[in-house]
C-alpha cells in the first residue's frame, strides 16, 4: 500500500524542513526523526533511496514531574551530557515511563 498524497507532502515537508533549520523537531510529534546531510536530503527528495544503519534504541525512563522552570529539552540536553554527543551517534533515545505523560510538543 503506497502513501496517499497527503502523507508524501507532509513527508517531502519535514525532510525540508529538517535539512535547513539543523533541529530534529519530528520526534517532537512522535515519528521518528534522523538526520541527514543537505546532499542525502535532496537526492531522497529526488525519488532516490536512503540507506542508513539500523540504529541502536536506547531507552530512557522517566518517572516524576519537571520542577518550575524545567523544560523538556533540558532532560535531552542533560541525557547527552551524560553519554555525550557522540555516545548518541547511531542511536534513538526512547524516552519512556510515567513522567512522559507530564510533557507537551511545546517544551521540546
Do not use: C, W
Amino acid at each position: 500500500m503506497g502513501l496517499t498524497l497527503t502523507e508524501k507532502l507532509i513527508a517531502t515537508s519535514l525532510l525540508e524542513g529538517e535539512m535547513k533549520r539543523g533541529e530534529r523537531i519530528g520526534g517532537g510529534i512522535g515519528m521518528l526523526s534522523i538526520g541527514v546531510g543537505g546532499f542525502d536530503g535532496a537526492m531522497t527528495m529526488a525519488g532516490e533511496p536512503l540507506y542508513i544503519i539500523m540504529p541502536k534504541i536506547v531507552n530512557v525512563h522517566l518517572t516524576g514531574k519537571l520542577t518550575p522552570f524545567v523544560s523538556a529539552k533540558n532532560i535531552i540536553l542533560e541525557v547527552l551530557r551524560r553519554i555525550s554527543i557522540k555516545g548518541g551517534v547511531g542511536k534513538i533515545l526512547e524516552y519512556t515511563g510515567p513522567g512522559v505523560a507530564t510533557l507537551n510538543v511545546a517544551e521540546t
